[in-house]
């Protein structure tokens, strides 16, 4: 079956601009998590979300936001972008809780760049 | 909050080479243990995991952790490792209750033939 699918794949922003990134999980999949990959700190969590809902939420400015849809897509949204935001954004799906299913499953990223 | 320690994080060694990675977490409660590696241009994929039962687990290609709860550590091993070991690897910690995952650092793994 389709893995998670994330687009763009790669994107190029000036800073003060605005990106929304998109995520589809796995059929069936209703949790979404979205974390931030940079070299210097890693992969960080971004936010969680299950049916509609934001379930947690990481340490990050409110310029990062994020929702998600009765079919359980989800997008993420930065807004006033500032040349750290340049990292790899990743998406992951799961069924529900860890503790039940067992792996989150993750896209292949989308690469914002911003200058 | 959960933190998660990887040292060494650049690693080279030949093939056949025993290969053991380090990982330590902090957190007091209850956790689900994880081992996430990424091969050069894919995604984040599941190495292995502990959840219970058996401290020692074993993963895809031949790698297996031990969790040690005393020591707050869970160890990424593979006796003998192959040139498309080559990758980065991640320890990853979850809080039971929650899905977010708590990352290591990584560690990148270079195999030379």
């Known amino acids: 079956k389709a893995g998670v699918t994330q687009t763009p794949r790669y994107l190029i922003k000036t800073r003060g601009q605005q990106v929304t990134l998109s995520c589809s999980p796995i059929s069936g999949h209703r949790s979404v998590s979205w974390y931030q990959q940079t070299p210097g700190q890693g992969l960080q969590f971004l936010f969680e979300?299950?049916?509609?809902?934001?379930?947690n939420k990481g340490n990050f400015p409110g310029r990062f936001s994020g929702r998600q849809f009765s079919n359980s897509r989800s997008e993420m949204n930065v807004s006033t972008l500032e040349l750290g935001d340049s990292a790899l954004y990743l998406c992951?799906?799961?069924?529900?809780?860890?503790?039940?299913?067992?792996?989150?499953?993750f896209g292949e990223g989308s690469r914002l760049t911003v200058l | 909050a959960q933190s998660v320690s990887q040292h060494n994080h650049h690693v080279i060694l030949s093939e056949a080479a025993s290969l053991e990675l380090g990982c330590n977490y902090s957190?007091?409660?209850?956790?689900?243990l994880f081992w996430y590696v990424q091969y050069p241009g894919q995604h984040l994929q599941l190495l292995l995991k502990y959840f219970s039962g058996d401290p020692l687990v074993k993963g895809i290609k031949g790698f297996e952790a031990e969790f040690i709860k005393s020591k707050f550590s869970f160890n990424l091993r593979k006796p003998s490792v192959q040139w498309s070991d080559t990758a980065e690897y991640f320890c990853a910690v979850n809080a039971k209750g929650n899905n977010r995952l708590a990352f290591g650092k990584g560690n990148q793994v270079v195999v030379i033939p």
């Open positions: 979300y299950f049916s509609e809902t934001q379930r």
């Open positions: 992951a799906s799961s069924l529900g809780f860890l503790a039940d299913t067992g792996e989150l499953f």
């Open positions: 957190y007091g409660g209850t956790v689900n």
